[in-house]
């Protein structure tokens, strides 16, 4: 059935619907990086001197790093020098202080995103922080989480706000040595957003940030950081878009997770970033370092849905360092035309009793490659850790291709770790049962993928499972014809 | 019963690959009609069944085929079943992670959609589903469960009965709906076609066996033999065929 295969392709084709630009003035370096450009960007931000001082530290371990060859994608090599490191809306000299006075071009962006920043708009019951290029241009919902103590404002804010938290927790979870890309963002990350939730507090609402990279030639280098003290519970969503650009663009954020005894971080990530045109041209470089560490009784659960990118590599993984802790990770990857995805998790048993689960699927469709990379590592001290892994493969086509690489390491003899894995095919016959029954060949597909992610969305909040499942019928379209 | 075609096969040509399958198919099916077409297997009972539904595998090479007045083989085969042309498979397909109920539900909707109706509110949808299960005799938890995911042969069967009650096209296929059934299951499988058996509605029933017969009775049977109607008649010859088998035909068709 030669026709079948080519029928799949086919389906494949829909338009980046989030690929406009914003014409808005900026305040930008020119490309190149050196410790001026950070002494710069720290200036420009007012930062205080342990900030500086811990860029460059991560800048002159960077110089000592190569950038990683070992996973499963291949792109031209970049050129660090021709990035611009800094670049943000250009605003009144002051930022500003309520939505009414940031650039009303900047919020129709977001209402073109379907993220309108406006309260009155707001679904009730989230707070959003939006970052713009580098730069985090509104944050809603403040003072309403303020009254129950939880901070949430963007990273320069916090620096600037609240130094002593900052310096307590970042590059706690993810050191500024940590890896090639995490270097790099310790070194010159402009903006990003910071949530503290005190001792025994459950946030009222979702909090959530919606990135979104504008200028062109820009790295967009946010760093995040999750801090729940003893008891606390909170709910974190993360959104991402960018223009279509025939360059490629770079994206190098670090998200780094605290979550003390007893409390629960819950982060939830849509990644629509421009994915490149169906021949491989222009789109982001994901690369992205995520991680979290749990103590006592604690619990991290990771959710992501990857549908954006040209390259996406990114592990969002757990350090399991208190007794009974717990870490999930819930992940759906998808890759179409030349899209390639190298993506999974870490899982680091170091307390007793710890549990982990991973759920991961990745769809593969057009010539698009997607590769699962987990580590499952168990050390001397977990008694009675327990890992569950399901690794779930789709395939669309006969052109792309699907990977495993599951690592375990267990150094304690009362661990239990399984490990399942399946591939399977959209066939001809669910495609001909579907579009009998009245479904067109797009939505005959739509469903069939739903159905095989079912398990991964159902962990996400009720809107941003609505927003995924959509996602994947526009990143599917023209996948079959 | 007045004789209103709904569909109109003539000389119909169909091969899969290099390999002529059906050499010349004539048939009228009239609204309130019953059809049953036997033959042995491989004799193209399926290819026509599928050709119908438009099933790309299969090249029509000549002929043509009206469906209420249009040309069928012009449609799309999501256009053919949004006009009331619904196919209950031989081998029913599994959709993992898609509920039953919600997989019923979308298909019940592109229909509406096609007929410029709105969605079916959901309230009524399940009213609706509750009483098809009932009638089809299936347990309600079936509603939630994956669509054909983990049924027996059976319950698969059962399922497609169940979305034919749902969708009530105006033509039903049934490709050998009856085999593997036990005898509670053809009962059903029966009920579920007479049910359609008003002027709105035709049914093409493709079977091996003449055991379904006896609970359906057909008001026309075809013997399809070697991608040829070889012979028709009424009930009588289904009856016929169970005692003399195909033999016959093999030899006809050789000569
Ligand atoms: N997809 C296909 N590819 C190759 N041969 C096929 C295909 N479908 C049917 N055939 C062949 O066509 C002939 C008729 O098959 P079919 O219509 O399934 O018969 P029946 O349903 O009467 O048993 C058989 O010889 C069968 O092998
Ligand atoms: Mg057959």
């Known amino acids: 059935m030669a026709n079948s295969a080519t029928k799949v392709e086919e389906l494949i084709d829909r338009e980046y619907e989030h690929g406009f630009f914003t014409d808005i003035e900026a305040d930008a370096l020119p490309p190149g990086l050196n410790e001026d450009v950070i002494r710069v960007i720290s200036a420009k931000k007012e ?71 406006h309260e009155r708009e707001r679904l009730a019951g989230v707070a959003v922080d939006a970052v713009f290029d580098s730069v985090s241009v509104a944050t809603t919902f403040k003072e309403k989480l303020a009254d129950v103590g939880i901070i949430f404002c963007s990273f320069s804010e916090a620096v600037r706000e609240h130094p002593e938290l900052v310096q307590k927790y970042l590059g706690s979870v993810v050191p500024y040595n940590d890896n090639f890309f995490a270097a790099l963002n310790s070194a010159v990350f402009s903006d990003g957003s910071f949530c503290f939730i005190p001792k025994g507090v ?44 025939d360059e490629n663009q770079l994206h190098a954020a670090v998200v780094e997770l605290v979550a003390l005894d007893d409390a629960e971080i819950k982060y939830s990530t849509v990644q629509n970033w421009y994915p490149g045109d169906k021949n491989g041209k ?15 009784n604690a619990k991290i659960s990771w959710t992501q849905v990857e549908t954006g990118s040209a390259i996406t590599w990114k592990y969002p993984s757990v350090i399991l360092r208190g007794d009974n802790s717990v870490g999930e990770f819930y992940s759906v990857a998808l890759t179409n035309n030349r899209q390639q995805a190298d993506t999974g998790t870490k899982m680091i048993h170091i307390g007793k009793n710890t549990k982990s689960t991973i759920l991961s699927k990745g769809i593969s469709a057009g010539h698009g490659q997607n590769a699962y990379r987990g580590l499952v590592k168990v050390m001397k001290g977990a008694d009675n850790a327990r890992n569950f892994t399901q690794c779930d493969s789709l395939l669309i086509g006969d052109q792309c291709g699907a990977h495993t690489f599951p690592y375990m390491e267990v150094r304690n003899p009362t661990a239990q770790v399984e490990h399942e894995a399946t591939t399977a095919k959209i066939s001809e016959d669910q495609l001909f049962y579907c579009m009998q029954r009245g479904l067109s060949a797009e939505d005959a597909v739509s469903l069939i993928v739903s159905g095989f992610c079912k398990e991964v969305f159902k962990e996400l909040p009720m809107e941003f499972a609505v927003e995924a499942t959509k996602l994947l019928g526009v990143s599917l379209e023209g996948s079959v014809g | 019963m007045t004789n209103t075609p709904i569909l109109e096969i003539e000389d119909l040509h169909a091969k899969v690959g290099d390999t002529p399958i059906l050499r010349g198919i004539d048939l009228t099916i009239n609204a309130g009609e019953v059809h049953a077409i036997m033959g042995p297997n491989g004799s193209g009972k399926s290819t026509l069944a599928n050709v119908l539904a438009g099933r790309e595998d299969y090249t029509v090479t000549g002929g043509s085929v009206r469906y ?13 079943a949004r006009e009331g042309v619904f196919l209950a498979f031989q081998y029913p397909v599994e959709i993992p992670g898609v509920s039953n109920s919600y997989f019923l539900r979308t298909a019940l909707n592109a229909v509406r959609e096609h007929r410029g109706e709105d969605p079916i509110d959901a309230m009524d949808f399940l009213k609706l589903l509750k009483e098809k299960m009932k009638f089809v005799e299936m347990d ?33 296929i049934l490709d050998e709906t009856d085999s593997g059934l036990d005898i509670d299951a053809l009962r059903i499988v029966a009920e579920g076609v007479n049910a359609l058996r008003t002027e709105d509605h035709a049914v093409l029933c493709v079977t091996h066996y003449q055991r379904l017969l006896n609970y359906l009775v057909p008001d026309h049977v075809h013997v399809l033999v070697d991608g040829r109607i070889a012979r028709s008649g009424d009930k009588g010859l289904a009856l016929e065929l169970e005692e003399k088998g195909y033999a016959e035909f093999d030899r006809a068709a050789s000569a």
Not at chain 1, 282 to 295: D, L
Not at chain 2, 152 to 158: F, M
């Open chain 1, 47 to 117: 930062e205080p001197e342990f900030m500086l001082e811990w860029r460059l530290k991560a800048f002159r371990h960077w110089q000592t790093m190569r950038e990683p060859q070992w996973q499963n994608v291949h792109y031209p090599a970049i050129d660090y020098q021709d990035i611009v490191y800094y670049s943000a809306p250009k605003a009144k000299a002051d930022a500003p202080k309520s939505l009414d006075e940031v650039d009303p071009e900047l919020l129709a962006t977001y209402d073109k995103l379907g993220i309108p920043l």
């Open chain 2, 68 to 80: 209420r007045g249009k040309d069928l083989l012009d449609l799309s085969p999501e256009e053919r």
């Open chain 2, 140 to 172: 309600p938890k079936f509603q939630n469960r994956a669509v054909n995911e983990g049924f027996s042969g059976g319950e698969k069967k059962r399922n497609e009965i169940l979305q034919m009650a749902i969708l009530e096209p105006t033509l039903a």
């Open chain 1, 282 to 296: 222009g789109g982001i470089y994901n690369f992205v370092t995520k991680r979290g560490t749990c103590h006592r």
């Open chain 1, 202 to 245: 459950r946030s009222p609402m979702e909090l959530s940030t919606y990135f979104r990279i504008n200028a062109a030639n820009t790295g967009q280098f946010e760093r995040t950081l999750i801090v729940a003290e003893e008891g606390a519970h909170v709910s974190y969503l993360e959104g991402c878009t960018a223009p279509m650009r």
